[in-house]
C-alpha cells in the first residue's frame, strides 16, 4: 500500500482529527501518529535512516491529498515532511547525531532570519526568537534559518552567510502564541533560544552548496539520490503549494456541494444561476492550472538533478514565479467563491467559514507571496537589474 493509499484509508479519521485539532491550537496526538505511520511524514528521509526516499512527485502527491482532506495536517505534512530532505544535506556525524538512536527524529522548522547565528570557536552561539515553527509541539528538534557573518563562496567574493541551524529539544523554548483565526490547528508557535551552542557541523550554509557545482552539501556523499540535488528554495516552495493547492481543491468541493443545494432568495437553485456556473468554471481552470506548474516544477527540478545539471537562477526563479503566481490566483478564485456564496459564511458554524480563514493563513507565508520572484524573473528576462531573493 502506497503513501497515498495510507491517506485515504485513514480520510476519516484525519477528518475527525482536524475538528479537534482547531480546538487544541495544534495537531492531536492520534493525528500525528497517523501522519508517522502512514510513512508521509518521513517520505523524504533516505531509505538507510528506514525512511520512503520517495520520488518528489509521490511524496507531494500525497501532501496535497492530506491538504484536501485535513488542511492543518496537510500543512504541517508539507513543512516538517520536508525537513528529513533537508537533514540529510548535513555531515554525516549529524545524521548518526540525531537519527542514529531514533530514525523517527523530525526537527519543526522557522527560516526567517530574525534571531542571531554567531560565529565562534567550534560552531556557533544562537539566540533570538524565531515564527511560525508548524507542528513544534511534536517535534524532536528545530531547523532556524539565519545570518552567519559572511562567507567566500569565489576568490574574492563574500555574500551573507544564510544557513540553517539545526538545534535539539533541548537548546529552545517553543512559546505558546498560536492564537489566530486560520490554519489553527498547525500549532505554529514562536521559538525562543537563550545563548545555546551547536558545533559547526549543525549549520548548513545555502550560498557555499546551492549556487557552488563544485562544493554539494556534505551530506550528498553519504545521500548519492538525485533527489537529495534540486535546489532548496524551489523544493521548500513546492513543499508548500502541494497542500495549500490541496485546500484549494477542498474549498472548490465544499462551495460547490453548497452551492448545489442551496436556494435563492428569489425562489429557484442558485446552481441554476449563470453566473455562478462561470465563476466555478473560472476557479476551476485556475486550480487545474496550478496543479499543473506544480508538476511541472516537480519535473523540471528532478530531471535536473538526474541529470547533473544544476539550474540556472533564471530557471529557478520562473519555476518559483510558476508555483507561487498559481497559489495566489487560486486565492483571488476562492475569494471571488466567497463573494457570492451566502452571507451566512460569517458563522463560525458555517462548512466555508475555517477553510476560507486556513486559505487565508496559508497564503500569507512569505515564501507563497509570488511579487519577489516574479520581478526578479521578469527582470532576468528584460537583462535589467533584479531584487534579491532566494533561489
Not at 63 to 77: C, F, K, Q
Not at 80 to 99: C, K, R
Not at 264 to 276: H, K, P, Q, S, Y
Request: aromatic fraction near 10%; charge should be negative; charged fraction near 20%.
Amino acid at each position: 500500500m502506497t503513501v497515498l493509499d495510507e491517506i485515504r484509508r485513514l480520510e476519516p479519521e484525519f477528518r475527525a482529527g482536524e475538528e479537534e485539532a482547531a480546538e487544541l491550537r495544534r495537531l492531536p496526538d492520534q493525528t500525528w501518529k497517523h501522519m508517522l505511520e502512514s510513512g508521509l511524514l518521513r517520505g523524504l528521509q533516505p531509505q538507510r535512516w528506514g525512511g520512503g526516499e520517495l520520488s518528489l512527485r509521490e511524496h507531494l502527491t500525497a501532501a496535497y491529498e492530506l491538504g484536501r482532506i485535513a488542511p492543518s495536517a496537510g500543512w504541517v505534512s508539507g513543512v516538517v515532511g520536508s525537513h528529513p530532505w533537508q537533514v540529510a544535506l548535513y555531515e554525516e556525524e549529524t545524521q548518526q547525531e540525531v537519527w542514529g538512536e531514533d530514525p523517527t527524529f523530525l526537527p519543526s522548522s522557522s527560516y526567517a532570519p530574525t534571531g542571531k547565528i554567531v560565529p565562534v570557536d567550534g560552531g556557533y552561539r544562537v539566540s533570538g526568537r524565531w515564527s511560525f515553527s508548524s507542528g513544534s509541539d511534536h517535534c524532536q528538534g528545530v531547523i532556524l534559518g539565519g545570518f552567519a557573518g559572511t562567507i567566500e563562496v569565489a576568490p574574492g567574493v563574500e555574500v551573507p552567510n544564510f544557513g540553517s541551524a539545526l538545534l535539539l529539544r533541548d537548546q529552545y523554548v517553543i512559546e505558546d502564541t498560536w492564537h489566530v483565526a486560520g490554519s489553527r490547528g498547525t500549532g505554529s508557535n514562536d521559538i525562543v533560544v537563550d545563548d545555546a551552542f551547536i558545533p559547526a557541523r549543525r549549520f548548513l550554509s545555502s550560498p557555499l552548496y546551492e549556487y557552488n557545482a563544485e562544493r554539494p552539501a556534505p551530506g550528498i556523499a553519504t545521500n548519492p539520490n538525485p533527489l537529495y540535488q534540486v535546489p532548496w528554495a524551489v523544493m521548500f516552495n513546492l513543499v508548500l503549494v502541494a497542500p495549500m493547492l490541496g485546500l484549494g481543491r477542498r474549498f472548490l468541493d465544499d462551495w460547490t456541494a453548497e452551492t448545489s443545494t442551496r436556494r435563492a432568495n428569489w425562489g429557484g437553485m442558485v446552481r441554476d444561476d449563470a453566473l455562478m456556473q462561470m465563476h466555478l468554471a473560472e476557479a476551476e481552470w485556475v486550480h487545474d492550472a496550478a496543479v499543473k506548474k506544480m508538476y511541472d516544477a516537480i519535473e523540471v527540478i528532478t530531471e535536473a538533478a538526474e541529470a547533473g545539471v544544476r539550474l540556472e537562477k533564471r530557471e529557478r526563479a520562473r519555476m518559483r514565479w510558476n508555483i507561487t503566481r498559481g497559489c495566489q490566483q487560486v486565492g483571488f478564485a476562492i475569494n471571488d467563491l466567497m463573494r457570492v456564496a451566502s452571507g451566512r459564511t460569517v458563522f463560525t458554524s458555517h462548512p466555508l467559514h475555517r477553510l476560507y480563514q486556513d486559505v487565508t493563513a496559508e497564503l500569507g507565508h512569505a515564501f507563497l507571496v509570488s511579487d519577489g520572484v516574479g520581478q526578479y524573473y521578469g527582470a532576468s528576462l528584460l537583462d535589467s537589474s533584479a531584487p534579491e531573493v532566494m533561489l
